[in-house]
Each structure stands twice: as C-alpha cells, then as structure tokens.
C-alpha cells in the first residue's frame, strides 16, 4: 500500500486556459491529464496540502473539465495507480456537430 510521502511528485499544475487550449487542437481520442492525486482531497479547503492560489485554480479546472465533458466535447477518464492515487483524464471526443463546435470560442474567451 503506498502512502503519501511515497507517492511520486506532483508537476506543475495545468491552467484552465491550457486545458481549453489543448482541447481546441486535440483529436478525437487524445488525452490530456489534468491533475494526479486525490482530487476531492486536494479541492477541499479544509484537508488540502496546496496553497490557497493552488486550491482555487484546481477547482475551477476540475469545473471546466466537468463543463467540456457535460457539453459533448470530452469524456472524462480516472486510472488508479494506488492509495489516493490517481490520475485524472479529459479525453477529446469527435466534434458532435457544428452547433457545438462553435461553443469552443466561447468557452475558450469564458477560461480566459
């Protein structure tokens, strides 16, 4: 069982802007993780490891791949690698139609 001093380091945090970045370039079937760790764990203010800046810009890049998934743009995906563990993943969907194609620029100018 691992613990949390064995975990492998975190890199650094990606940005929602990224996030909508990469998904305006990606193809169906890319993959981009956003986060690894205990994301419940790491959002919640109360039991959070990370700066107050950290915390805020984990949740609302939570809450934007939360958007993209509900909005047909993307799947979200978790792998488990071990005890509060894991990997968080949006992964591209093909472009459903042109109606929504055309929400991109506006969730892009919305992260922004």
């Not at 890319?30 to 760790?37: L, P, V």
């Not at 107050?52 to 743009?73: H, I, M, T």
């Not at 992964?91 to 991109?104: H, T």
């Amino acid at each position: 069982m691992n613990t949390l001093a064995s975990l492998p380091p975190r890199a650094a945090p990606f940005t929602e802007t990224a996030l909508c970045r990469w998904l305006g370039h990606a193809m169906p079937g890319d993959t981009f993780t956003y986060f690894r760790g205990a994301l419940a764990r790491s959002a919640c203010r109360f039991a959070t490891t990370l700066a107050q800046d950290e915390r805020v810009e984990l949740c609302r890049l939570a809450a934007r791949a939360r958007k993209l998934a509900d909005s047909g743009l993307a799947h979200l995906v978790q792998r488990r690698h071990g005890f509060e563990d894991y990997e968080y993943i949006l992964v591209a969907r093909r472009r459903p139609r042109p109606a929504v194609v055309n929400l991109l620029p506006k969730i892009l100018a919305e992260a922004a």
